[in-house]
């Protein structure tokens, strides 16, 4: 254990620059906790050889790591020109052609693989390609042709990605590809599945639905990118268990100039209805060529860790950049220097009142000891995680160690911000003989010594998901036993 333990967790996205042989070691012992693997990139058979991959690196180095899937989604794209690009300037006459049997893209016109887009834009509207560098005025609908101007001098190359400025495409979340990458997902054993561009809690029910008939228990991530998420965003965290920032189409569709506030609004109310959220999208982008990170961007990232973030992610930095491991420690120091200005103080009349289950209101009331007799560290004995969860909301200065026999529930948990898994059988003890036993765990490993006063949560029945209904004080005696001080 160190001086300071870092409390955000950190998810890093596998690619072609994490391939080589060791690198996936360099980059576990660097501190990744998650890693990501981008369904929209590579066929099933290379996503199934990187989770195993995983697997046997983390078993290798000794560290629990969670494998997230990011389903593609429904992501509009223009189609291929005839030379592979165009240049185009303002003012130029400009069509996309929504049609199977578009021609190839010339100087004029480029078809668009979502067919039904006709319908979702009108006259006056603005289209935003290749994240917003390329803009398009919608002039007039002719069938499936759409006539545009072009707003902007640029240049325009195959499959770049379509978006509508202010949101309003009617198309669902969850494609017919998605569908069948969940199986690979639940093939691969994913501990997260990330559902792109979701617009209400009917995508993220659907998504969690399709995973379950395939044998899957994943979390469900909620990838917050289109303009309705916004308008839904209540009912689209509670639908879900993470909630992820994915600032960059998010930005295309909103501006540029609305994405910090509400990247500060999607946090806040993940935060108070108890999910899990992570921040994405270019945290370190520079590092994709250089070896170290622009003061904006670090700035960037501290100020995500300040408003309370579980996780930050890299996308191209770490799958495709030529420092991949320097990205991974650049966001470590920059995670342990932001948590160091964060507050600590609990507000206790902030915290949700009238609690519908037991181990909220324990992990409330473990939260105000901590914050009032100076506690050391909180631990906690969970089947699922959950628990661990409702800790990890009241972001208090304090590092709950998560003791579970469950491999994916440990897993799950190292997402979450505080938390720290660990692998512990309880069946057969007593919670007494439970506490003595992760007390005994930490004082071997330096999490804890003598003199110093912990809490410990349980339940009376051990192996029974939800059971947690019990708080003891204890202390670390001369010997290293937990001697017990009280419980509620």
Known sequence: MTDQQRRTKILATLGPATDPPGMLDRLLKAGVDVVRLNFSHGDPSSQLARAEAVRAAACRVGVEVGILADLPGPKIRIERFAEGKVELSAGDPFDLIASEDAPAGSNTEVGVSYLELPQDVAPGDTLLLDDGLMQLRVDSVEGARIRCTVLNDGVLSDRKGLNKLGGGLSLGALTERDRELIKVAAEAGADFIAVSFCRNAEDMEEARRVAREAGSEAAMVAKVERAEAIENLVEIVDASDVVMVARGDLGVEIGDAELPGLQKKIIKVALERSKVVITATQMLQSMVESPIPTR????????????GTDAVMLSAESAAGRYPVKAVEALVRICLGAERQFSHDTDFEAA????????QAIAMATMFLTEHIGIRAIVAMT??????????????????????????AR?????????????????????????????????????LQAGERVVFTSGERMEHRGSTNTLRLLEVGPDGQAVGLGEL
């Open 411 to 447: 897993r799950r948990m190292a997402m979450m911000r505080d938390v720290f898994p660990i692998d512990y059988d309880s069946r057969g003890q007593t919670p007494g003989e439970a506490g003595r036993g992760a007390i005994e765990r930490l004082v071997r490993v330096g999490g």
């Open 383 to 408: 089947e699922s995680g959950g628990t661990a969860r409702f800790l990890s909301r009241f972001r208090s200065g304090v590092p709950i160690y998560a003791f579970s026999r469950h491999a994916g």
């Open 352 to 359: 949700p009142r009238n609690l519908q289950r037991v181990d």
């Open 296 to 307: 904006a961007e670090v700035l960037d990232v501290a100020n995500a860790v300040i408003d």
